[in-house]
Each structure stands twice: as structure tokens, then as C-alpha cells.
């Protein structure tokens, strides 16, 4: 998830793709990473 709000932002900062196009994207990467560390941080705890 990192790597693909990474190059997400690259588009963005090198005009490659206009920001209003990705934002909505980039906040969902975000949501889902903050999911994902969730779900890894309880299937630790279980252990």
C-alpha cells in the first residue's frame, strides 16, 4: 500500500495526472493501510 501512495503522489507532483483526479484515491489508499495495520497488529496480539 505504501509503494502505490508513493507513486500515486509522484503523478501528482509531476503533473503527470491533475491532484483532483487522485485525492480520492490517495484517501482510500490511506483508509485501507490504516485497515491493514490494524489487521496485523490483533493477528500479532492473538499469537
Not at 508513493?6 to 482510500?28: A, D, F, N, P, R
Request: with cysteine; aromatic share 4%; charged share 30%.
Amino acid at each position: 500500500m505504501e509503494e502505490t501512495g508513493y507513486w500515486v503522489e509522484l503523478l501528482i507532483e509531476s503533473s503527470i495526472v491533475k491532484e483532483q483526479l487522485l485525492s480520492e484515491l490517495l484517501g482510500e489508499i490511506g483508509e485501507l493501510t490504516a485497515i491493514l495495520v490494524t489487521c496485523i497488529k490483533n493477528a500479532k496480539g492473538r499469537k
